[in-house]
């Protein structure tokens, strides 16, 4: 079975300061790993994702991930924080080896929360 | 705009009722995935199908069913509905490739009363 672990349920940065939220996983085979980001009342929206090749991954709104298969991390990281990066976010992974059942798990979800 | 429509936004309704939640995917996108969010139990993944068929289930009550239709827009039925069901049910859709990802609705928020 594979699973997604989000350690914080919520991070604080001020902002200007680098962001990281946290994600592990577990899964068979290689992972397919995404980060998600989900405003109030909204759907979730992608941000990147990790499938093969350079571990650090360039996503969307400035976000990058990295991707470190000995610690089975995937965080998401941004340099420079928003205020408007106050969202909710969501890891998610799949394995390689799923090749009928394409969805993702998702983690519990981190709150970022970015102060002026 | 991810491309994924949902119908209704917001539902109330009472115990022991019965609501269809509609999806429409992405053009072109031929697998439709059902997830439901809810406080407690976070985002849980309940059925996808592909095509017209069952591809997957994951979490779905026995109370709960769903389908795909030829035109590819997926209805989710929620029968016999208790207090436990108020959650979030998000539709989200997908490219047939390795690694592809799921392009989300705006979800349909269903209150039981």
């Known amino acids: 079975a594979q699973s997604v672990a989000q350690p914080e349920d919520q991070v604080n940065v001020a902002e200007g300061n680098p962001l990281t939220v946290k994600c592990t996983y577990s899964?068979?085979?290689?992972?397919?790993l995404f980060w998600y980001v989900q405003y109030p009342n909204r759907g979730l929206q992608f941000l990147l994702k990790?499938?093969?090749?350079?571990?650090l991954v360039k996503g969307s709104y400035g976000f990058e991930a990295e991707f470190n298969k000995s610690q089975t991390s995937f965080h998401l990281k941004k340099p420079s924080a928003l205020v408007s990066d106050s969202a909710l976010y969501f890891c998610?992974?799949?394995?390689?080896?799923?090749?009928?059942?394409?969805?993702?798990?998702f983690g519990s979800g981190t709150r970022l929360q970015v102060q002026p | 705009d991810s491309g994924v429509t949902q119908t209704p936004k917001h539902l109330i309704t009472a115990t022991g009722q019965r609501v269809t939640l509609r999806c429409s995917p992405r053009s072109g996108d031929l697998s439709v995935y059902w997830y439901q969010q809810s406080l407690d139990q976070g985002l849980q993944f309940l059925i996808q199908y592909y095509n017209g068929e069952e591809r997957a289930k994951g979490n779905i009550l026995e109370r709960f069913s769903a389908q795909q239709f030829p035109d590819l827009h997926s209805e989710l039925n929620l029968s016999s509905l208790e207090l436990g069901d108020s959650a979030l049910y998000f539709c989200?859709?997908?490219?047939?490739?390795?690694?592809?990802?799921?392009?989300f609705g705006e979800g349909s928020r269903l209150t039981v009363l």
């Open positions: 899964v068979s085979g290689n992972p397919y």
């Open positions: 990790y499938i093969t090749g350079d571990n």
């Open positions: 998610a992974v799949r394995g390689s080896m799923d090749t009928g059942r394409r969805a993702l798990t």
């Open positions: 989200a859709s997908s490219v047939v490739a390795s690694g592809g990802e799921l392009f």
